[in-house]
C-alpha cells in the first residue's frame, strides 16, 4: 500500500464511507457534497492547513481504498491527531494497520512530529483495532468517559498517544 495525495473525485467517495459509519465520528451529522468539496479546498488543499490527509492505494493501482492522516497538529508542541478510514470492502484485511505504519512515518520521519494521538469512541467496532495498535507499538491508552452521544446513549472513547522513541525502537527491532 501507498501514500498518494488526495484528489477532489476522491472525496465523494470517502463521504459516502464516513456518511455509512456515524458511530465513530465527532461529526453528528451527515455531510453534503458541497460540504466535502468545501472541506477539501478550504483544508486538504491549504499548504498552511493543520491537517494533513493521503489516499491509500495499493501499489500499481490507482483504486483509492482508504484515506488517513494528521490532522489538529500543533507544530509548537510537535504533536498531531491520527485519522484512518478504509473503504467498507477493504476492512479486516490488514490495510488499517499498513495504514497506521505509512502516517506514522509520515508524521515522525517527515514532518518531525514526536506525538501522536487517537480517540476512537466505544460506539465503534474499530476500538479493538486501536487497542491492538497501541499494544504493537507500544502507547499510551486510557478511557474518557461520555465523549459521544449516538443512539440516546453516552459513550466512552478508547483514547491513545504514540510516540515517535517508541516508533523509533520498533523500526530498529524489526531491521
Known amino acids: 500500500m501507498i501514500l498518494k495525495p488526495l484528489c477532489l473525485d476522491d472525496m465523494e467517495l470517502i463521504r459516502d464511507w464516513r456518511n455509512g459509519i456515524p458511530e465513530t465520528l465527532r461529526t ?4 453534503t457534497e458541497e460540504m466535502q468539496e468545501d472541506y477539501y479546498r478550504d483544508v486538504i488543499c491549504d499548504r498552511n492547513s493543520n491537517t494533513r490527509y493521503w489516499a491509500f492505494c495499493l501499489k500499481g493501482e490507482c483504486m483509492v481504498m482508504g484515506y488517513g492522516g494528521i490532522e489538529n497538529i500543533r507544530w509548537e508542541n ?3 491527531e491520527i485519522s484512518i478510514l478504509i473503504a467498507p470492502d477493504y476492512r479486516g484485511k490488514g490495510y488499517g494497520a499498513e495504514g497506521v505504519e505509512l502516517i506514522l512515518n509520515q508524521a ?5 512530529l514526536d506525538r501522536i494521538y487517537g480517540e476512537c469512541f466505544h460506539s ?11 499494544a504493537e507499538y507500544r502507547g499510551f491508552q486510557t478511557s474518557l468517559p461520555d465523549r459521544k452521544y449516538f443512539n440516546g446513549t453516552y459513550w466512552s472513547s478508547f483514547y ?3 510516540s515517535k ?6 523500526q530498529e527491532e524489526s531491521a
Open 160 to 162: 491513545f498517544m504514540f
Open 28 to 31: 453528528p451529522y451527515m455531510l
Open 78 to 80: 510537535r504533536q498531531g
Open 165 to 170: 522513541e517508541e516508533y523509533i525502537k520498533k
Open 108 to 112: 515522525f520521519m517527515y514532518m518531525n
Open 124 to 134: 465503534s467496532v474499530a476500538v479493538e483495532f486501536w487497542i491492538k495498535m497501541v
